[in-house]
């Protein structure tokens, strides 16, 4: 990956992987909402409302790296955003694939991300890509999105899925959200405390993104997720263990959970056994294969 464009780069991940692309001496550029001062990678405005998208960026891009999408954990899952959540996605890669279909083009790869929620919320058994997707949103959501992202294939574009897990990273995600009350000795684990989380360190998950944009012969989707999934009460643990802090008090109840949250609290009480498997077999080694390990490094 020479010359990469990223969309979604000012978010937790797309932040991340600009670093770690330009140590490897990628050149970066973001396209975005327009900014009245435009960070200082977003070479490229788009507004995917109204479908309008600057083309600088065609002939000296070979690599788009797709993450945008509004956050499914931000806000409620009111109609009005669980309506920005999916047409965030699929309207922003209809707008990337149409765009490089009616241009001359120099992008050979789109690495496009997704996420495990295409697999439901009761994922007992080790889940791995050949499992189909679900009914529920978000799996709905993840679905449509990757459909959209395999139709680059027929424009000769290499298409490669990325379906994220729970992302462990110090600036935000899973645990923030989980150390700001456990600080104050008031960690908590979620409904009965027993479902699987799939993790995944943040810089593990960037070095994924870089091995499916460098390695012509990945294809398709792949998990990334680390080999060892845990309990939502063992990860809660963790933080607490890593924040020298108990874990004293009940778990929070699910009817607490939904009563609080809605649907989206579905997400929170997934149960998902998710299996690395195959991005194992393709060659990426995780430098985190054990979630105390992943915590002790983001918390420190």
Request: proline share 3%; with cysteine; glycine share 8%.
């Amino acid at each position: 990956m020479k010359n990469v464009l990223i969309t979604g780069g000012s978010g937790l991940v797309g932040k991340h992987l600009t670093q770690i692309l330009e140590e490897n001496k990628s050149e970066v550029s973001w396209i975005g909402r327009p900014k009245k001062e435009r960070p200082y990678h977003q070479k490229y405005n788009w507004n995917v409302e109204n479908g309008s998208i600057d083309k600088g960026w065609l002939q000296c891009t070979d690599t788009i790296i797709h993450l945008a999408g509004a956050g499914v954990a931000d806000h409620n899952w009111t109609d009005s955003y669980k309506k920005e959540i999916y047409e965030s996605r699929i309207k922003s890669t209809k707008l990337l694939h149409d765009t490089l279909a009616n241009n001359e083009h120099s992008v050979k790869t789109l690495v496009c991300a997704s996420a495990i929620g295409i697999y439901g919320n009761n994922c007992v058994e080790s889940t791995d890509e050949t499992f189909p997707a679900q009914t529920n949103f978000l799996a709905k959501v993840c679905d449509d999105w990757e459909k959209e992202a395999y139709k680059f294939e027929l424009l000769g574009i290499r298409a490669v899925i990325i379906r994220v897990g729970i992302v462990l990273a110090k600036e935000g995600g899973f645990v923030k959200a989980v150390a700001a009350p456990a600080k104050w000795g008031l960690g908590a684990a979620f409904g009965n405390g027993k479902m699987m989380t799939s993790w995944i360190h943040i810089n593990d998950l960037c070095g994924i993104f870089m091995k499916a944009g460098n390695d012509i012969n990945m294809k398709g989707a792949f998990n990334a997720v680390a080999p060892n999934p845990v309990s939502n009460k063992a990860i809660t643990k963790a933080i607490c263990k890593a924040l020298h802090r108990p874990l004293i008090l009940p778990n929070v109840p699910s009817l607490m959970l939904k009563l609080g949250l809605g649907e989206m609290a579905s997400m929170i009480l997934a149960n998902q056994n998710i299996s690395s498997k195959k991005i194992e077999k393709a060659g990426f080694v995780f430098r985190f294969n054990q979630v105390e390990e992943a915590i002790n490094d983001v918390i420190k």
